[in-house]
């Protein structure tokens, strides 16, 4: 009986130490601005966002709930410029520059 009552405790500690030791990574606004930025830039001009300088490199600004996210696609030497909206979950594209 104590070896069951062991064996269960042991399972128990486990259990709570396997849950309590992954983290859930939150995404900032910003990180999910690159994000969508880099779905429309593949989307509308067919880019791979493989392409794209990553998240640390770029750059985002924020006024409201408008965002301004500047990435650079090494490959095409060229830097991208989308202007976001965001409501809610949903991202939407109000321009894109290239330069």
Known sequence: MNKLLV???VIVLLTIAC???TPTKTTSPEESAYGACIYFI???LDLST???QDYESATVTANG???KVKVYYAKYKSL???TLQHSGDQWQLSGL???
């Open 7 to 9: 064996i269960c405790l």
């Open 19 to 21: 849950d309590s030791s």
């Open 42 to 44: 593949e989307k509308q």
């Open 50 to 52: 493989r392409d794209a």
């Open 65 to 67: 709930n408008q965002y």
């Open 80 to 82: 991208y410029t989308c």
């Open 97 to 99: 520059e290239v330069e």
